[in-house]
């Protein structure tokens, strides 16, 4: 329980509102504003004032949402700490990233009820609310409880445990080096305590790769339809549903929005949006509609960029493919039923180029398949797996432990002394130890008792 | 009862390891102090193996005598052989060990004992505590002597109800040579005291003049020795080697023919070993694919041929013992002087006391050494200590000395036993102290001293030559932040040999102390004020420079648990009254009943959710 670092937290429901608020406690919030939140003006963010402006990330400078931003200083805040208060439009994938960010800038993930606990522990709240809260508390606990519970029996707890082991075995050799001088130890310990980071560092990157993965298929993901006029985006669209069914097309030029539609492709959700064609319009309302169409680019997981093999390629297909150098990209070359009257350019190395006919279905089952494959790797989804880890509290601490072990991995390289290496170990498991719970001095010294011969 | 006319402030029960340290630190603090042993020839006898000190074990004999304890004092004056482990290892792990004279570090602290004001020292076997509805008044006597006291402290050892076991042999007492404590454990058990049972061994001592010592491999002590004590210069006495002898396929043949004839192996033994100090037959049979184990022949003083086979002790029948010692090369002709044995012995489990080291159950009683489940003379040594000094200032009205976990290893140590109880003999490691680059052999005076001047146990000329290595070293760190090496004014040699002939900029002392293959014997080269300095002073900043981010570090983390640290839970504090723990977690803070948030922070399976939910509700009572 860490009293003075700064927490941050979604604090709205999860799920599709129309707005989702994320909640900075703690000195450093100031300091996450500065650091993420631009407005169209200049100067600092005055106390309880509300400001516009965007979120964006500093190590791309890409916009992640537009904002309305409130600091509360303290102590006039609900945690008596400084409080930033960040409020996106978007769904819950983009209160999610504006939330990573803020953990990247260095704050640390609330526990279920902290700003509560902080306000009463602040002397915000009163008794007769403070009882109101241990209610709060005690209900995330149980499901905290439940989950935990859950895990023992899952998949994922025996691999989070399994690093944890790891991390405890090299801790135990470590420890013995230091403890045991006069023993004969075997040397080949050097060795193990490095297999044994090694595996615990690679299967926590297999697990974060599970929790995108896991978060993936929670939340599902974005796939943009892009094409010029005429290519057969519509159709892709109506394949993809696997129904046949009119879109919604207005009178062109007049309505140009974007149409979105969910399938379940294998497990992962995902949602396709249909963009108006683009086309280089002198027509200010079409003009407007590709607009909106080239704005989704950034925000989405995928572009299927639909080409018409049929017809040369054109300026205008070259004008959105510029405009696609940011994304993940496949390339659907529709329409292979009819003679081939396109020279399609080189596109880079890792895009897909997936050949179909939305006429005869051709190729759709692959085109499915890649999409998938884009996200999943190939894996099949085992929902309660991934359901766990999508928890960012598990992340969080993983990404830290994998620092740790990072960390002694260069120090151990750099030939440092073993009770600076055990330092290192010990916070590589005090951080997995947030998910498994706390790793006891006692069950280093059973470790070594068991593998070690000792004895004066 | 015959009644003595004296009524002492601090009775000190037991005149071992903790029973010395107690004794002495309530005298020198102003406490008319009576100490009894059960036998006045045995004062601070080393039961076991003939040294002090080791890894962890070292740092607690600093420890003491930074507070103004006894042993560091004792060691340096009857050591026979200094060494310091893991020197090649960071100045965290290193420790200080000796090998001591027996007899002379028993005589040694008697006559201490005896020439201390306000200290008697009486012989005489206590049998119970004299409890006045509850009140503790005092102690009675197997000679049927009244004592009358205002505190005790029970420094049993292994003494309460003693069982020595020889194979299938067994008698009662409290160390081979020595009767028995009998009578006082029931008391404590019928006083509702939980009473547990341990166990543990010795080697047997062998004859020297039948060890073939010219094929062993022989292991010096440093040159020249360090001693333990801040207060101790140098060490005069010359120094003997030890001896590195192995075990061999041949002898586990021997030990498992005698398995069937172990009190362990056979269930006679119902007490818990120590399984850092397993007996040579749980090596053998834990271990099997190991073909030989290390011995070390430990010399037991300079005037005596009796030597101490360390890592052999066992409870094999005797027979066995002929066979197995002479199995080893070099001890083909060995004869044994003293047999090996196993002793199982009562104990009062710790978690029942405060972390004064008092009892809950008993005010004004305070336990100290094995009789709270540790083993070692250190340990006994810094939990005696606290309890003489706790006792003391009881007596005195005063606040109680409570040493922090980032404070010492004692603090550590004490805080285990009464937070988590002993189920096991237990054993002081490194591993223990989790802010253990803080709580270095090398800093103990600065960490400690400054408490036992204000209790009163430090003498003034001792606080006066720590508090001017203090300055120095605060003089130090300041003139190395602020002198620079110049390329200008410094030797081109030397910057060419370092690598600093390009630098932009001038260096301090510290940034190019924080090298690490730069130290003081490299910097005083070109610094003349270096070469000025004494020796621990250039030692210790040195260090906390080297070690400055490590250190921040674990300064922080201490910062961070502070606050849980400080959080005190009522004694009666009504766990069932609380909504939202689980079952497992009530149970547990039931049963151990911690005194603050950290040590509930400690118990295995209280959850972080749990702490916060008490946190709250602690909270609401303030």
Same mark, same amino acid.
């Given at each position: 329980?860490?009293?003075?670092?700064?927490?941050?937290?979604?604090?709205?429901?999860?799920?599709?509102?129309?707005?989702?608020?994320?909640?900075?406690?703690?000195?450093?919030?100031?300091?996450?504003a500065?650091?993420?939140?631009?407005?169209t003006?200049d100067?600092?963010?005055?106390?309880?004032?509300?400001?516009?402006?965007t979120?964006?990330?500093p190590?791309?400078?890409?916009?992640?949402?537009?904002?309305?931003?409130v600091?509360?200083?303290?102590?006039?805040?609900?945690?008596?700490?400084?409080?930033?208060?960040?409020?996106?439009?978007?769904?819950?994938?983009?209160?999610?990233?504006?939330?990573?960010?803020?953990?990247?800038?260095?704050?640390?993930?609330?526990?279920?009820?902290?700003?509560?606990?902080?306000?009463?522990?602040?002397?915000?709240?009163?008794?007769?609310?403070?009882?109101?809260?241990?209610?709060v508390?005690?209900?995330?606990?149980?499901?905290?409880?439940?989950?935990?519970?859950?895990?023992?029996?899952?998949?994922?707890?025996?691999?989070?445990?399994?690093?944890?082991?790891?991390?405890?075995?090299a801790?135990?050799?470590?420890?013995?080096?230091?403890?045991?001088?006069?023993?004969d130890?075997d040397?080949a310990?050097?060795?193990?305590?490095?297999?044994?980071?090694?595996?615990?560092?690679?299967?926590?990157?297999?697990?974060?790769?599970?929790?995108?993965?896991?978060?993936?298929?929670?939340e599902?993901?974005?796939?943009?339809?892009?094409?010029?006029?005429?290519?057969?985006?519509?159709?892709?669209?109506?394949?993809?549903?696997?129904?046949?069914?009119?879109?919604?097309?207005?009178?062109?030029?007049?309505?140009?929005?974007?149409?979105?539609?969910?399938?379940?492709?294998?497990?992962?959700?995902?949602?396709?949006?249909?963009?108006?064609?683009?086309?280089?319009?002198?027509?200010?309302?079409?003009?407007?509609?590709?607009?909106?169409?080239l704005?989704?680019?950034?925000?989405?997981?995928?572009?299927?960029?639909?080409?018409?093999?049929?017809?040369?390629?054109?300026?205008?297909?070259?004008?959105?493919?510029?405009?696609?150098?940011?994304?993940?990209?496949?390339?659907?070359?529709?329409?292979?039923?009819?003679?081939?009257?396109?020279?399609?350019?080189?596109?880079?190395?890792?895009?897909?180029?997936?050949?179909?006919?939305?006429?005869?279905?051709?190729?759709?089952?692959?085109?499915?398949?890649?999409?998938?494959?884009?996200?999943?790797?190939?894996?099949?989804?085992?929902?309660?797996?991934?359901?766990?880890?999508?928890?960012?509290?598990?992340?969080?601490?993983?990404?830290?432990?994998?620092?740790?072990?990072?960390?002694?991995?260069?120090?151990?390289?750099?030939?440092?002394?073993?009770?600076?290496?055990?330092?290192?170990?010990?916070?590589?498991?005090?951080?997995?130890?947030?998910?498994?719970?706390?790793?006891?001095?006692d069950?280093?010294?059973?470790?070594?008792?068991?593998?070690?011969?000792?004895?004066? | 009862?015959?009644?003595?006319?004296?009524?002492?402030? $601090?009775?000190?029960?037991?005149?071992?390891?903790?029973?010395?340290?107690?004794?002495?630190?309530?005298?020198?603090?102003?406490?008319?102090?009576?100490?009894?042993?059960?036998n006045?020839?045995?004062?601070?006898?080393?039961?076991?193996?003939?040294?002090?000190?080791?890894?962890?074990?070292?740092?607690? $004999?600093?420890e003491?005598?930074?507070?103004g304890?006894?042993?560091?004092?004792?060691?340096?004056?009857?050591?026979?052989q200094?060494?310091?482990?893991?020197m090649?290892?960071?100045?965290a792990?290193?420790?200080?060990r000796?090998?001591?004279?027996?007899?002379?570090?028993?005589?040694?602290?008697?006559?201490?004992?005896?020439?201390?004001?306000?200290?008697?020292?009486?012989?005489?076997?206590v049998?119970?505590?004299?409890?006045?509805?509850?009140?503790?008044?005092?102690?009675?006597?197997?000679?049927?002597?009244?004592?009358?006291?205002k505190?005790?402290?029970?420094?049993?050892?292994?003494?309460?109800?003693?069982?020595i076991?020889?194979?299938?042999?067994?008698?009662?007492?409290?160390?081979?040579?020595?009767?028995?404590?009998?009578?006082?454990?029931?008391?404590?058990?019928?006083?509702?005291?939980?009473?547990?049972?341990?166990?543990?061994?010795?080697?047997?001592?062998?004859?020297?003049?039948?060890?073939?010592?010219?094929?062993?491999?022989?292991?010096?002590?440093?040159?020249?020795?360090?001693?333990?004590?801040?207060s101790?210069e140098?060490?005069?006495?010359?120094?003997?080697?030890?001896?590195?002898?192995?075990?061999?396929?041949?002898?586990?043949?021997?030990?498992?023919?005698?398995?069937?004839?172990?009190?362990l192996?056979?269930?006679?033994?119902?007490?818990?070993?120590?399984?850092y100090?397993?007996?040579?037959?749980?090596?053998?049979?834990?271990?099997?694919?190991?073909?030989?184990?290390?011995?070390f022949?430990?010399?037991?003083?300079?005037?005596?041929?009796?030597?101490?086979?360390?890592?052999?002790?066992?409870?094999?029948?005797?027979?066995?013992?002929?066979?197995?010692?002479?199995?080893?090369?070099?001890?083909?002709?060995?004869?044994?002087?003293?047999?090996?044995?196993?002793?199982?012995?009562?104990?009062?489990?710790?978690?029942?006391?405060?972390?004064?080291?008092?009892?809950?159950?008993?005010?004004?009683?305070?336990?100290?050494?094995?009789?709270?489940?540790?083993?070692?003379?250190?340990?006994?040594?810094?939990?005696?200590?606290m309890?003489?000094?706790?006792?003391?200032?009881?007596?005195?009205?005063?606040?109680?000395?409570?040493?922090?976990?980032?404070?010492?290893?004692?603090?550590?140590?004490?805080?285990?036993? $009464?937070?988590?109880g002993?189920?096991?003999?237990?054993?002081?490691?490194?591993?223990?102290?989790?802010?253990?680059?803080?709580l270095?052999?090398?800093?103990?005076?600065?960490?400690?001293r400054?408490?036992?001047?204000?209790?009163?146990?430090?003498p003034?000329?001792?606080?006066?030559?720590?508090?001017?290595?203090?300055?120095?070293?605060?003089?130090?760190?300041?003139?190395?932040?602020?002198?620079?090496?110049?390329?200008?004014?410094?030797?081109?040699?030397?910057?060419?040999?370092?690598?600093?002939?390009?630098?932009?900029?001038?260096?301090?002392?510290?940034?190019?102390?924080?090298?690490?293959?730069?130290?003081?014997?490299?910097?005083?080269r070109?610094?003349?004020?270096?070469?000025?300095?004494?020796?621990?002073?250039?030692?210790?900043?040195?260090?906390?420079?080297?070690?400055?981010?490590?250190?921040?570090?674990?300064?922080?983390?201490?910062?961070?648990?502070?606050?849980?640290e400080?959080?005190?839970?009522?004694?009666?504090?009504d766990?069932?009254?609380?909504?939202?723990?689980?079952?497992?977690?009530?149970?547990?803070?039931?049963?151990?009943?911690?005194?603050?948030?950290?040590?509930?922070?400690?118990?295995?399976?209280?959850?972080?959710?749990?702490?916060?939910?008490?946190?709250?509700?602690?909270?609401?009572?303030?």
């Amino acid at each position: 329980m860490y009293i003075r670092d700064t927490i941050a937290a979604i604090s709205t429901a999860i799920g599709e509102g129309g707005i989702g608020i994320v909640r900075v406690s703690g000195a450093d919030a100031a300091a996450v504003a500065e650091r993420l939140f631009r407005k169209t003006n200049d100067g600092g963010l005055q106390s309880h004032r509300f400001y516009y402006g965007t979120i964006v990330d500093p190590s791309s400078g890409d916009c992640v949402d537009e904002v309305m931003v409130v600091l509360m200083r303290a102590p006039r805040s609900y945690t008596r700490e400084d409080l930033l208060e960040i409020h996106c439009h978007g769904g819950y994938l983009v209160v999610q990233r504006v939330l990573e960010l803020a953990l990247l800038s260095g704050v640390r993930l609330a526990q279920p009820g902290e700003f509560t606990k902080r306000a009463f522990l602040n002397g915000r709240i009163d008794l007769v609310q403070a009882e109101a809260v241990i209610d709060v508390i005690r209900s995330r606990t149980d499901t905290a409880l439940a989950l935990a519970q859950h895990q023992r029996e899952g998949k994922l707890s025996g691999r989070i445990f399994a690093v944890r082991d790891r991390i405890a075995s090299a801790l135990a050799l470590v420890e013995a080096y230091i403890d045991f001088p006069e023993e004969d130890i075997d040397t080949a310990a050097g060795v193990a305590i490095s297999d044994h980071i090694r595996s615990a560092a690679a299967e926590i990157d297999d697990l974060l790769c599970g929790f995108r993965e896991g978060k993936l298929v929670r939340e599902g993901v974005s796939v943009l339809i892009l094409g010029k006029p005429n290519v057969g985006k519509s159709s892709l669209l109506n394949n993809l549903l696997r129904e046949k069914r009119a879109i919604v097309t207005s009178q062109p030029g007049t309505t140009r929005d974007v149409i979105e539609e969910v399938v379940n492709m294998g497990g992962l959700p995902v949602r396709i949006l249909d963009t108006a064609g683009i086309r280089n319009a002198d027509d200010l309302v079409e003009q407007e509609g590709v607009r909106r169409a080239l704005e989704r680019i950034p925000g989405a997981d995928l572009v299927l960029f639909v080409l018409d093999t049929s017809r040369p390629f054109s300026e205008e297909d070259a004008s959105i493919l510029a405009e696609l150098r940011r994304s993940r990209v496949v390339v659907v070359r529709n329409k292979i039923d009819q003679p081939v009257g396109i020279e399609t350019p080189a596109f880079p190395a890792e895009w897909q180029v997936v050949d179909v006919s939305t006429m005869t279905g051709t190729g759709m089952d692959r085109l499915r398949q890649t999409i998938r494959d884009t996200f999943l790797q190939g894996r099949a989804v085992d929902g309660r797996e991934y359901a766990t880890l999508s928890h960012h509290r598990h992340r969080d601490a993983l990404v830290r432990c994998h620092a740790s072990l990072d960390l002694f991995a260069a120090n151990l390289a750099a030939a440092l002394s073993p009770e600076l290496l055990a330092c290192d170990l010990r916070d590589a498991l005090r951080f997995v130890g947030d998910v498994t719970g706390e790793t006891t001095p006692d069950d280093i010294l059973d470790r070594i008792f068991s593998a070690f011969c000792i004895g004066k | 009862m015959i009644q003595y006319d004296r009524t002492y402030d $601090v009775i000190v029960v037991g005149a071992g390891h903790a029973g010395c340290e107690a004794a002495l630190a309530a005298a020198r603090m102003g406490c008319q102090t009576l100490l009894l042993t059960i036998n006045l020839d045995a004062v601070a006898l080393m039961s076991c193996n003939p040294a002090i000190g080791g890894l962890a074990k070292g740092h607690l $004999v600093k420890e003491i005598d930074a507070l103004g304890g006894e042993m560091g004092k004792n060691i340096d004056a009857t050591g026979i052989q200094f060494r310091i482990l893991n020197m090649r290892k960071g100045p965290a792990v290193r420790a200080s060990r000796a090998q001591a004279d027996k007899q002379q570090y028993r005589l040694r602290m008697k006559a201490v004992l005896e020439h201390q004001d306000r200290l008697d020292l009486k012989q005489g076997e206590v049998t119970s505590l004299r409890l006045d509805g509850g009140e503790l008044r005092g102690v009675d006597t197997r000679a049927g002597v009244r004592y009358c006291g205002k505190t005790v402290v029970l420094t049993t050892g292994t003494f309460m109800r003693g069982l020595i076991h020889i194979g299938l042999t067994n008698y009662p007492g409290g160390r081979a040579g020595d009767l028995p404590s009998v009578g006082l454990s029931d008391q404590l058990r019928d006083a509702g005291f939980e009473v547990g049972r341990l166990k543990t061994g010795t080697p047997a001592r062998l004859d020297g003049r039948t060890i073939d010592f010219d094929r062993l491999e022989p292991q010096h002590g440093d040159d020249p020795p360090v001693p333990f004590s801040f207060s101790t210069e140098r060490i005069l006495q010359p120094q003997v080697p030890c001896h590195i002898a192995y075990t061999n396929p041949r002898s586990h043949e021997i030990i498992r023919s005698g398995l069937d004839r172990s009190p362990l192996y056979s269930g006679v033994i119902e007490g818990v070993g120590p399984r850092y100090c397993p007996s040579i037959e749980d090596k053998v049979v834990r271990f099997p694919e190991k073909d030989r184990h290390q011995t070390f022949i430990e010399p037991e003083g300079r005037d005596t041929v009796e030597v101490y086979p360390s890592g052999l002790s066992t409870s094999l029948p005797i027979d066995i013992q002929w066979a197995f010692y002479r199995s080893i090369e070099g001890l083909e002709r060995v004869e044994i002087m003293r047999p090996a044995y196993a002793i199982e012995y009562d104990y009062v489990d710790p978690i029942q006391l405060h972390a004064t080291l008092e009892t809950k159950k008993v005010r004004n009683l305070y336990h100290a050494g094995q009789i709270n489940g540790t083993s070692g003379y250190e340990e006994a040594a810094g939990q005696g200590l606290m309890a003489g000094i706790n006792a003391a200032l009881k007596v005195q009205g005063k606040e109680p000395l409570v040493l922090g976990r980032d404070e010492a290893y004692i603090g550590v140590m004490i805080d285990d036993l $009464v937070t988590l109880g002993s189920r096991e003999p237990y054993r002081m490691f490194t591993s223990r102290a989790e802010y253990r680059l803080l709580l270095r052999e090398d800093n103990a005076d600065l960490r400690l001293r400054e408490k036992g001047y204000a209790i009163g146990l430090l003498p003034e000329e001792e606080y006066r030559s720590f508090c001017r290595k203090r300055e120095q070293i605060g003089e130090e760190l300041e003139r190395v932040r602020r002198a620079r090496i110049t390329t200008s004014t410094t030797d081109p040699a030397f910057l060419r040999e370092f690598d600093l002939e390009g630098m932009q900029q001038a260096l301090s002392l510290e940034q190019f102390l924080r090298r690490p293959d730069i130290t003081y014997a490299e910097l005083e080269r070109v610094d003349e004020v270096a070469r000025t300095l004494p020796a621990a002073v250039r030692e210790q900043v040195e260090i906390q420079v080297k070690y400055r981010g490590y250190i921040d570090r674990q300064l922080e983390q201490v910062e961070r648990a502070r606050k849980l640290e400080g959080t005190r839970i009522p004694d009666a504090f009504d766990y069932a009254s609380l909504s939202g723990l689980s079952t497992e977690v009530r149970e547990k803070l039931q049963r151990f009943r911690p005194d603050t948030l950290g040590q509930a922070s400690r118990i295995a399976g209280v959850t972080p959710a749990a702490l916060t939910i008490l946190s709250i509700a602690l909270k609401g009572r303030g």
